[in-house]
Structure formats: structure tokens, C-alpha cells
């Protein structure tokens, strides 16, 4: 088994850029031309690639590159018991999803991710393989209610679901489960956190894992005095792209998990120097927030609207700078 470094392990958030064997499996799925298993199949060679990219590159703690999820929130309204296909909306500049709509009582029918994870495990040279979910706050944020009208019961039904794949992925091995959190900074209101707080108290009650909540952009820092009690091991924080603004907040309402930061923006094309990279670790250990044990290494957000050599480049880079920080401290 992979050792993990004590200090300054790197990870990824988890999505990466879409390779041709993904893409051509997604749209075959969508066309009706092969069913769920064959289209598992049909992904695995895309995850292979990704796999190899972060062994490439370094990175202690990896994905599957996300590379069946052709969005984060689709892909488990398709597998859930509940959800209808929406209409197309647009996200940003010529970002669309198709929006699900629920439509009756959400459920959990059979495992999502554990298949890829396992494969993306078995190729892994050792190194853990995050288990990765879009969480319940984002996934009710992102739908279209046809059926609760209760945004608490909505969500608790969505954690249920949830909490069934995360036993199925600890079961199966994973050591580090991360819930993916993007919407909740977007809506910054202290009911909104307490609600995510409660959904994430069923996620994780009595889990044999390293837990871990992903938020990124948006105005977090409102809400941090309501969201630090998680029950969480860890917040996968973006950093770098808001230059360190949550840092000092972090100090002042006594930051006391593991802290995951954002080292490498994944809006930029350009690829940060080692230099950089390490300008931006030496940053968060100056503002005393975590000590090297506690502090988690990676990517702003998710990679996949990178080019794929400039994601490679900024891992590569983001590995190197980790392990000079390594020796400082």
C-alpha cells in the first residue's frame, strides 16, 4: 500500500478533463445504444488515462477523473430513484446541463461509483482513490422540485440516498470519502448551512473514513462560524483563485480540522511555476491557520475545462512545490 506523506499530501478535487472514450461512452449511453453495464465498461478506458495522469504527476491522493459524469449533478439523478430529465439550461457563457426535475419521493437504487472507484483502485500502483459525491445541498439547489415542496425533508431523502453510496464505497474500501458542496457558498444564509449540517450528520454518522466537505468561490466567508462544527474531518477549500481572502477568517473563528487548499487556479491557463506553488503553501503557513500535518495540497476546484497537458503541467508542478515544502517544514 501507497504511504501517504504525513505532511503536505497532494490530492485533486476530482473531475479532469474528458477524454474521447468518455465522451463517445456518454453519448452512446444517451442515444439508448448501450445499456448501464456496457456503458461502465466503455468509460474504463478514459478513467485509465486519468489514473495515469495523476500517477504521472505525483499525486498522493487521486480520482477517477469523473470521466462518466457528464455533470455532477446529472449523473446521480439518472441512477436515483425520483428524478426526471429536465430542460436544457445554461450555467455560464455556453455552459448547459440538462436541469433534473424531481418528481417523486427520492431513493437510492443501487451503487453509482463503486465500480469505477474500484477499477480506478486496482490501477492505482496503491495510492487511495477518492470516493466522490455531489452532495445533497447542490443536488436540491440544482433541481427542479415537482414533488417536497419542503426543502428539509427534500434534502434529508437526498442525504438517506447519499449515505447508502457511501456505505456501499466504505464497504468496498475507500478510505477517503469527499462530499462535493459548490451550491451551498452561492446561497451564503446561515438556515441554509444548519440545513446542510443536519444532511451531512446522516452522510457521515459512524463512518469508517477520512470525511470531507468540497465548497468552492461564492461568499463562504459568511457562513463559516455556522458551517466549522461539520461533521467533518476535513474542508477542500479554493484558495488561490480569491488570493487567500478566507485565510484571516479561518484564523479568527479557530480553524481546528484538516484544511484541503487550493493551490493552482483551474481558471488560468497558465501553468504556475513550482515557485508559485510553493509562494502559495509557504502563504497559508504564515497565516498559522494549520500546521504541515493538517495541510492538504491540490487544485482550486475540479480540472476538467483544462486542456489536458496544462492540467498534467499544473499537477506535475503542484507535486514538486509540495515536496520543497516538505523539507521547510
Known amino acids: ?75 446521480f439523478a439518472e441512477r436515483m430513484r425520483g428524478y426526471a430529465v429536465g430542460d436544457w439550461v445554461r450555467i455560464f457563457d455556453n455552459e448547459y446541463f440538462r436541469k433534473p426535475i424531481i418528481s417523486s419521493r427520492l431513493e437510492w437504487v443501487a451503487p453509482m461509483t463503486v465500480d469505477h472507484w474500484r477499477f480506478a483502485s486496482s490501477i492505482s500502483q496503491g495510492r487511495p482513490v477518492k470516493g466522490i459525491l455531489t452532495g445533497p445541498y447542490t443536488m436540491m439547489e440544482w433541481s427542479f422540485d415537482l414533488h ?97 481572502r478566507l485565510l484571516p477568517y479561518l484564523k479568527e473563528y479557530g480553524y481546528n480540522k484538516e484544511l484541503a487548499f487550493g493551490a493552482v487556479d483551474v481558471h488560468k491557463l497558465q501553468v504556475e511555476s513550482v515557485e508559485e506553488v510553493e509562494a502559495a503553501i509557504d502563504r497559508v503557513m504564515r497565516a498559522d491557520v494549520v500546521g504541515p500535518e493538517k495541510a492538504y495540497v491540490k487544485p482550486d476546484c475540479g480540472m476538467k475545462r483544462l486542456p489536458r497537458e496544462i492540467a498534467r503541467e499544473k499537477m506535475k508542478n503542484m507535486v514538486l512545490a509540495a515536496q520543497r515544502a516538505r523539507e521547510k517544514y
Open 148 to 244: 417536497y415542496k419542503d426543502r428539509r425533508e427534500l434534502i434529508l431523502d437526498l442525504a438517506k440516498a447519499i449515505r447508502r453510496e457511501v456505505e456501499e464505497l466504505v464497504r468496498a474500501g475507500a478510505q477517503y470519502i469527499q462530499v462535493d458542496e459548490p451550491a451551498l457558498s452561492t446561497r451564503p444564509w446561515r438556515e441554509d448551512a444548519e440545513l446542510l449540517k443536519e444532511a451531512l450528520d446522516i452522510i457521515f454518522r459512524g463512518i469508517g473514513a477520512k470525511r470531507i466537505v468540497h465548497i468552492c468561490y461564492g461568499k463562504l466567508e459568511k457562513i463559516l462560524p455556522y458551517i466549522l462544527d461539520y461533521p467533518v474531518d476535513q474542508f477542500d477549500l479554493e484558495m488561490v483563485n480569491s488570493d487567500f
Open 1 to 75: 500500500m501507497y504511504s501517504v506523506p504525513k505532511k503536505f499530501p497532494t490530492t485533486i478535487v476530482g473531475s479532469y478533463p474528458k477524454f474521447s472514450a468518455a465522451q463517445e461512452a456518454i453519448r452512446r449511453r444517451k442515444a439508448g445504444e448501450v445499456s448501464e453495464e456496457e456503458f461502465r465498461e466503455l468509460v474504463k478506458p478514459a478513467i485509465r488515462e486519468a489514473v495515469e495522469d495523476h500517477l504521472w504527476a505525483g499525486v498522493d491522493i487521486i480520482s477517477d477523473g469523473e470521466q462518466a459524469r457528464e455533470d455532477m449533478v446529472v449523473y
